[in-house]
């Protein structure tokens, strides 16, 4: 039961697990030293098919809340996370943002809406900062519940996050703002919100978590050669073989961007100066 009158037990931070290092990042912008937040799945570990370790497992038994995201991992844990631990709270950081189905690049329902199979949902949304301010207002709203104490805490931080993020979004803008061509591929299918947001349109190797067979390949060489990518976009989470090969085909060059990098505003100016680039 969330404590809206009380103080919390011996002043201590709220104790939170989530799927990935950005949720961390955006917890602790607004959380500050008010919350002790762990990462399921660390710098590098491939989040299509990762599991937790014991020691998550037993450390998940004192977390007060799990903020999810839509990664296959919660798919299968959560709901052993909440019977290993009846108390936890679980929310959702894709609650009021329109998402993409992984076979489509139309707009659902938001998250709350029964229609929706979360399974089939795009869980990237963090690529896009438009879409982390909608994350960081129910992170706030969430946090000032839980421990009203620090509401004005929790309050300045928020503010100054949105901040940061629209000097981000207004940086992209700019860096992409010359690009000719609108068209990138990548290996793993991680940035279409980022595409959606910024006019871009992400060309994915893997799809719904398969890699392609002959006819695909066959079929993405030839739009490579169609749409002039010089460029393929891979991660070190995910095996790089079919990649390679349409590069050599469409003679492109392979190039590193991770999502799930730890220092998330950096990483996002390198992936908007590194498209802006490519996409002269």
Not at 5 to 20: D, G, K, L, M, Q
Not at 29 to 54: A, D, F, H, L, W
Request: charged residues 25%; hydrophobic residues 40%; neutral net charge.
């Amino acid at each position: 039961m969330l404590c809206s009158t009380c103080t919390r037990a011996e002043n201590r931070p709220i104790p939170i697990f989530v799927s990935i290092i950005p949720q961390k990042y955006f917890i602790e912008r607004i959380g500050g030293s008010r919350v002790q937040v762990s990462v399921m799945i660390k710098q590098g570990q491939n989040e299509e098919t990762y599991e937790p370790t014991p020691k998550q497992i037993v450390k998940l038994t004192q977390a007060e809340f799990y903020f999810r995201i839509g990664i296959p991992l919660e798919i299968i844990w959560l709901e052993s996370i909440a019977k290993t631990n009846p108390s936890i709270k679980i929310v959702d950081n894709r609650n009021d943002i329109p998402l993409l189905s992984i076979s489509t690049d139309a707009p659902s329902e938001k998250v709350g809406n029964n229609k929706i199979s979360y399974e089939s949902m795009d869980p990237h949304i963090w690529t896009s900062p438009p879409l982390v301010k909608i994350i960081a207002k129910n992170i706030r709203d969430t946090l000032i519940t839980a421990d009203p104490t620090y509401k004005n805490q929790f309050e300045k931080n928020y503010q100054l996050f949105i901040q940061d993020l629209n000097d981000l979004d207004k940086f992209i803008r700019s860096a992409l703002s010359d690009i000719t061509q609108h068209d990138f591929m990548v290996f793993h299918p991680a940035w279409r919100y980022f595409a959606r947001t910024y006019d871009l349109h992400e060309i994915a190797i893997e799809h719904e978590g398969k890699e392609p067979g002959a006819k695909s390949l066959a079929s993405l060489i030839e739009l490579g050669r169609r749409k002039n990518i010089k460029t393929i976009f891979i991660q070190n989470q995910f095996s790089r073989t079919h990649a390679q090969l349409i590069a050599q085909s469409i003679g492109a060059k392979l190039i590193l961007l991770d999502p799930l990098s730890e220092n998330y505003e950096a990483n996002l100016r390198h992936v908007a100066t590194t498209l802006a680039s490519v996409l002269k």
